[in-house]
T-cell receptor
Framework: GQSLEQPSEVTAVEGAIVQINCTYQ??????LSWYQQHDGGAPTFLSY????GLEETGRFSSFLSRSDSYGYLLLQELQMKDSASYFC??????????FGDGTTLTVKP | NAGVTQTPKFQVLKTGQSMTLQCAQD?????MYWYRQDPGMGLRLIYY???????DKGEVPNGYNVSRLNKREFSLRLESAAPSQTSVYFC?????????????FGSGTRLTVV
């Protein structure tokens, strides 16, 4: 099976940089995804890492180390609209994903 | 670009009633999924369909059935609803590839069983 751990809450100020970590234990690993979910909304896909290293998409970057079973999401130049829950998810066989319980990010002015 | 469309958006059921949640995608994706999300928690996989004509159980399949009607549509059925099935249900679709893999989610169905 799969299990993932990520912090339950993170707080940062507008304009700052925040890193959300995710560690996982898995019986089959194809990649690590990150999703954003605003209150009352649906999750939206942010990034996917299949290989070790850093992927950058605008203000968001995601990192993966398969040897350490570890990844993180880096959010730069934080804005108030970034306040949301962030989920890491391990992609396993046949495309199915197992999600962590999410990290609630609060951005303060 | 509709993406993934779920119906209904809200539903209240009495214990023991049945209902079907509908999901359709217009992105020509092969894979479709049903997840449930309880308050303050992540998403748990109920059932998935890796391709048209196949369905498989996920982490929490008990009390549910699914039908992959065609490539576009993947429905979830509760045969006899229980209060423990009160949750938000999300349908998702994806293509499985090496790069840029990610799910597109529907807007969700908020189900209350009383």
């Amino acid at each position: 099976g799969q299990s993932l751990e990520q912090p339950s809450e993170v707080t940062a100020v507008e304009g700052a940089i925040v890193q959300i970590n995710c560690t996982y234990q898995t019986s089959g690993f194809y990649g690590l995804s990150w999703y954003q979910q605003h209150d009352g909304g649906a999750p939206t896909f942010l990034s996917y890492n299949a290989l070790d290293g850093l992927e950058e998409t605008g203000r968001f970057s995601s990192f993966l180390s398969r040897s350490d079973s570890y990844g993180y999401l880096l959010l730069q130049e934080l804005q108030m609209k970034d306040s949301a829950s962030y989920f890491c998810a391990v992609r396993g066989a046949r495309g199915k994903s197992t999600f962590g319980d999410g990290t609630t990010l609060t951005v303060k002015p | 670009n509709a993406g993934v469309t779920q119906t209904p958006k809200f539903q209240v059921l009495k214990t023991g009633q049945s209902m079907t949640l509908q999901c359709a995608q217009d992105m020509n994706h092969n894979s479709m999924y049903w997840y449930r999300q309880d308050p303050g928690m992540g998403l748990r996989l109920i059932y998935y369909s890796a391709s048209e004509g196949t369905t498989d159980k996920g982490e929490v399949p008990n009390g549910y059935n699914v039908s992959r009607l065609n490539k576009r549509e993947f429905s979830l059925r509760l045969e006899s609803a229980a209060p423990s099935q009160t949750s938000v249900y999300f349908c998702a679709s994806s293509e499985v590839g090496v790069n840029n893999y990610g799910y597109t989610f529907g807007s969700g169905t908020r189900l209350t069983v009383v």
